[in-house]
């Protein structure tokens, strides 16, 4: 293959085709239309990996991108400047088509390419991209690879029954800061949640100008994958191209853009930004001045179920909509997931058990936790929520797996795991440092207890079990403030683990509701779509009709004793080690 007259690599377009011709096989060309990633990247030596779960298209267009990533030996994402895709994320955003009860599009596991490269990956190939998706758009194409996620394709549903597609809503990862200049151009690669290079501007904001006025103007302190200590790091790095930012945005709300004009955010996902008066949802002055932002460069606000305006006549003409199909705000992950566990009203938990891990407590009314460990932020449903994020959930089960195992039979990894409760091998769960409750970007992975007897299922069992004790130490911020919660939904990736449910349920000794989507935040997304366009009455009602319980895991007690004991020892680890970060 080639792009714009450029010769690839041999060996690279070796593998890129035969991905293409083993998935051409799977698939009818004519009448499938599904989404695909083509992702290439960690060049070894000129040895190329194809890691991803390919899905074929019908449009050169995206071919021509997958070998533009190719050329630039890194996955598509990565060519935006991300160290790490939330692969949770593009998993979310490509459920977007449903027929005879199959998801048509499913995107996980995609690369994690070189660190040294993502801090500048080339604007020049953004551009490129960028103009692809817009050139593609008559195939049906539309793209969140801008802001560092996936390729989607929505005619499955066009061709399904246009007509009976009534409004369109997201939910969308957190906190990543995407800005435009005057002539809607992308100024600069987005700078997703868990890219850390924030670190001294997040230490001015809780130092400098103190965790008490942060908390105070937002109701949070600063964390390094929040956006406003992004906005001061451009400020700061990127002198020339903060002074052309004229929009500042969040990933889920450029979509919105380009499909509606609005510019636009929901009350939910600007709570992460760091420049939200969380209790009156409306934009902080002082945050804006501090930050050297002008309201006029921040969207407006709605709450996520609201409408912000309608297709674009040509957009509606290319994906072969009505240009009254509704556009609705849609929320951040978190939120959006909530609402599509049923997790709304006053005192529901919901656990999210992806890429990262997240304890998610509803409330009606407006609440701060003292110490600032747990986030607490505008929810969906038009009320509050308290939420406690580990940066690494799921991802260090996959990170075990894929790079230090070497293989992809997760169930069978886990069948030989007996003795929960009884291993003597902890495993420090901070990958990519931590945010709640220690809020320490330093902070990293680590084994302890091992010798001469333990076995690879140890230290698999090890990894389970320290997101289940992550997790916990977010549960016990929100018991010491008087919250208590006996049950909790499960959504996520990692939901799909019998035995990591078994593990958490005793661990956290909640039942565990299963839902009967698996969806999570795009189920939530089509709820609240369904609420902006008049189908409910409120996003509470809403989820009383479509969110279904199937399944219940039980703590059990034998198990819960065992791990109270192990988890009192782990929590003693991170303040040991601490020092050494």
């Not at 969806?519 to 189908?535: D, F, H, K, M, R």
Request: glycine share 8%; with cysteine.
């Amino acid at each position: 293959r080639a792009a714009d007259g450029e010769r690839r690599d041999d060996e690279i377009a070796a593998a890129v085709e035969r991905a293409l011709d083993i998935i051409g096989q799977q698939l009818d060309r004519r009448n499938m239309a599904v989404v695909q990633t083509v992702a290439v990247g960690r060049f070894d030596h000129n040895v190329v990996r194809v890691r991803d779960r390919f899905r074929n298209v019908a449009d050169d267009g995206l071919v021509e991108i997958a070998d533009i990533a190719a050329e630039h030996h890194l996955a598509l994402h990565a060519v935006l400047g991300h160290k790490d895709l939330d692969a949770g994320a593009a998993e979310q955003v490509a459920h977007i088509a449903e027929a005879d009860g199959e998801v048509l599009a499913d995107l996980h596991q995609l690369v994690i390419a070189h660190r040294a490269q993502m801090r500048d990956g080339g604007l020049g190939v953004v551009e490129r991209v960028d103009r692809l998706i817009r050139r593609s758009a008559g195939a049906a194409a539309f793209a969140v690879a801008p802001l560092g996620l996936a390729l989607l394709n929505v005619r499955a549903v066009a061709q399904h029954d246009a007509a009976q597609v009534a409004g369109i809503s997201f939910g969308g990862q957190m906190h990543g800061l995407v800005t435009l200049d005057k002539d809607d151009n992308v100024i600069r690669p987005a700078i997703l949640w868990n890219d850390g290079r924030s670190q001294k501007e997040t230490e001015y904001l809780n130092n400098g100008i103190g965790k008490d006025k942060v908390s105070q103007y937002t109701a949070n302190i600063a964390f390094a994958g929040f956006t406003a200590p992004k906005i001061l790091w451009m400020k700061k790095n990127e002198p020339e191209k903060f002074a052309k930012v004229v929009k500042i945005m969040l990933p889920k709300d450029y979509l919105a853009y380009r499909l509606s004009g609005s510019f636009c955010t929901d009350v939910s996902d600007a709570s992460g930004m760091l420049l939200l008066d969380v209790k009156n949802r409306c934009w902080s002055k002082e945050m804006m001045e501090i930050c050297d932002v002008k309201e006029e460069q921040l969207p407006k606000l709605y709450e996520s179920y609201e409408v912000v305006g309608t297709l674009k006549p040509e957009i509606a003409e290319e994906l072969g909509l009505s240009p009254e199909v509704k556009i609705i705000a849609g929320a951040g992950d978190n939120a959006a997931a909530a609402v599509g566990t049923g997790t709304v009203g006053e005192g529901r938990c919901n656990l999210s058990l992806g890429t990262s891990g997240t304890l998610f407590i509803s409330s009606e009314k407006f609440g701060v936790d003292a110490h600032n460990a747990l986030h607490s932020f505008d929810h969906a449903d038009g009320g509050y929520h308290l939420m406690g994020c580990m940066l690494s959930a799921a991802s260090c089960n996959k990170w075990w797996m894929d790079e230090i195992l070497k293989t992809t039979e997760y169930a069978r990894e886990q069948e030989k795991i007996k003795n929960l409760g009884e291993n003597r091998v902890f495993f420090l769960p901070y990958l990519m440092g931590e945010r709640s409750p220690h809020n320490d970007p330093d902070a990293r992975a680590m084994f302890l207890g091992m010798s001469m007897d333990t076995t690879r299922e140890d230290m698999t069992q090890a990894v389970l079990e320290g997101v289940a004790f992550g997790l916990r130490d977010s549960l016990e911020v929100a018991r010491s403030l008087g919250i208590r919660i006996e049950r909790s939904k499960i959504c996520g990736g990692g939901a799909k683990s019998p035995l990591w449910k078994k593990i958490l349920a005793a661990v956290l000794n909640l039942k565990l509701d299963l839902i009967e989507s698996e969806e999570g935040p795009g189920y939530g997304g089509a709820i609240l779509a369904a609420v902006g366009c008049g189908e409910y009455e409120s996003v509470q009602a809403a989820c009383e009709k479509l969110v279904h319980v199937v399944d219940t895991v039980e703590p059990d007690p034998v198990l819960v004793e065992k791990y109270e004991a192990r988890y009192q020892e782990f929590r003693k680890l991170y303040p040991a080690v601490k020092e050494f970060f």
